[in-house]
């Protein structure tokens, strides 16, 4: 919490700065390197407050700086035992409202999971780096750090595993060989006990996730899970953002915008190949019975895929949920405002389709007969399913026990039985009848052995069963998978 609220200040901060430096998530591959550009300063006396008579001292790091260079931004600091920020700018002396340089200086005592995920995030391979000492450090202010860089950002950073903190200095600059960074961290001095620290295990010397089936009675209803092994864990630091597919044949996993077609056989989806998408974040799929596969998400053009090639491209749709003809589907965004959209080969034409009960959609999928829009109601009653028929017309509104709202509805089908719904904010699988009133609620943990899961998206095999695909913390923290089940009976 103490980390957020720093981080949450000091972004406030900048933005009323309006600082000019990008924010777009980096693709530069890591740079290691071996100098060393820490030179000896004199440590201030320990102190549990900011001081700035001669720098600024906290209870994990000292820093001398030139006055005169930078400026010190007292009140969005941090100096506690096991968490110390602070950030510095240069101004921009023609417009004093930029700056030339930012650079933010933190350390926390934490567990690992968040040092994993930034390796990641920067371009370094985890094992190479654990098991392999793959990279070079440098050291800054009597620490070993990694260093990572692009156009505009410079970060220096690493795991104190004795002490169990991570170190972070993060420079974003208009040219990051300004000397004046380098000027910088030779003032700096970490001052980090060692406390005998021993961190867990990484996701390869891990647990796994399994679950044995399960059987839950909902009213006249008994839902079986069915845990379906991988040829290997996927292991993913994206929560939400994953789906899956169901042709006739096959199963598709769209995983951190990579694609593969597997084979779901007794119990085991075995990998098949990997079908190559364009460099773009893509989090949607759907499969139509024309054999067809149609991905979007994250306003990148849509791909239709046929055989492993892409077939088709498609400009200005957004998100689009497809029917299972693969004829026409809805392109949405989180407006009520959707267009229904009708593909002719590589041409489409557009007739506009408002979901008035709806307010901002959060989900939305199609099947023979109904769209189903989860979203918040337009009349402030909460998230709720609103479902239409194929022409826009409503049908029902699925709601809770108290006719109130839902959390978050990440996919919905229609059986003989009645709808089910699977809420990825409660964790629940939801059941109504065919008139929609509410039948059950039922937990993640009573149906498929798991925690706290995200459920990130369904589809419905040729047999009528589901088949969902889930993120899941491992109990010892080693890793978050995506994992598989199969849900039938409803």
């Not at 900011?50 to 600024?56: K, R």
């Not at 030339?100 to 920067?122: A, H, K, N, S």
């Not at 700096?188 to 009675?217: H, M």
């Not at 026990?401 to 964790?427: C, H, P, V």
Request: with cysteine; aromatic share 12%; proline share 3%.
């Amino acid at each position: 919490m103490k980390k957020i609220l720093a981080i949450l200040s000091a972004f406030a901060l900048l933005f009323a700065l309006t600082a000019c430096t990008s924010d777009e998530k980096p693709t530069a591959a890591p740079d290691g390197t071996s100098e060393n550009i820490t030179d000896s300063v004199e440590q201030q006396s320990a102190s549990e407050n900011i001081q700035l008579a001669t720098g600024i001292t906290t209870t994990l790091f000292t820093l001398q700086y030139d006055k005169d260079v930078w400026t010190f931004f007292d009140d969005y600091t941090e100096s506690e035992d096991d968490y110390c920020f602070i950030t510095l700018q240069v101004p921009d002396p023609d417009e004093p409202e930029y700056y030339l340089i930012d650079v933010e200086i933190e350390v926390e005592t934490d567990d690992p999971y968040d040092f994993r995920e930034d390796l990641v995030y920067y371009g370094f391979n985890q094992y190479d780096y654990a098991v392999n000492n793959a990279y070079e450090t440098v050291n800054v202010g009597g620490v070993e750090l990694l260093k990572y860089e692009n156009d505009d950002t410079l970060l220096y950073f690493n795991r104190i595993e004795n002490a169990g903190a991570t170190v972070s200095i993060k420079f974003d600059a208009q040219d990051i060989s300004d000397v004046r960074i380098a000027d910088l961290l030779k003032g700096l001095t970490f001052n980090i006990p060692d406390t005998g620290n021993e961190d867990g295990p990484w996701e390869w010397e891990g647990t796994p996730f399994s679950a044995e089936p399960k059987t839950v009675t909902a009213g006249s209803l008994q839902l079986q899970s069915e845990w379906i092994s991988l040829d290997s864990y996927i292991a993913t630091y994206e929560t939400f953002n994953h789906a899956v597919a169901a042709s006739a044949e096959d199963v598709y996993l769209l995983v951190d915008g990579e694609l593969s077609k597997c084979k779901l056989t007794d119990g085991s989806l075995a990998f098949v190949e990997g079908i190559t998408l364009p460099a773009d974040d893509y989090d949607l799929i759907d499969a139509t019975a024309d054999g067809n596969l149609w991905l979007s998400g994250s306003m990148n053009d849509v791909l239709c895929i046929k055989d492993g090639k892409i077939v088709a491209t498609y400009e200005d749709i957004y998100d689009l949920a497809m029917h299972p003809s693969g004829t026409w589907g809805i392109d949405y965004f989180t407006s009520n405002e959707c267009n229904k959209v009708t593909f002719n080969g590589d041409t489409y034409t557009t007739v506009p389709m408002v979901f008035a009960e709806a307010d901002t959609i959060m989900h939305l999928n199609v099947d023979e007969n109904n769209i189903y829009v989860c979203a918040s109601a337009a009349d402030e009653s909460g998230h709720k399913v609103f479902v239409y028929n194929t022409d826009g017309i409503l049908q029902k509104t699925l709601c809770d026990a108290e006719g109130e709202g839902l959390g978050s509805i990440t996919f919905m089908a229609k059986s003989e039985n009645g709808y089910i719904g699977f809420d990825g904010n409660m964790r629940d699988v939801l059941l109504w009848d065919n008139d929609g009133n509410f039948v059950a609620e039922i937990s993640d943990g009573d149906l498929f052995s798991t925690d706290y899961p995200w459920f990130c998206g369904s589809d419905l095999l040729p047999n009528g069963n589901i088949i969902t695909i889930m993120t899941e913390e491992r109990a010892d923290r080693s890793a978050t998978e995506v994992i598989v089940f199969t849900l039938s009976g409803f």
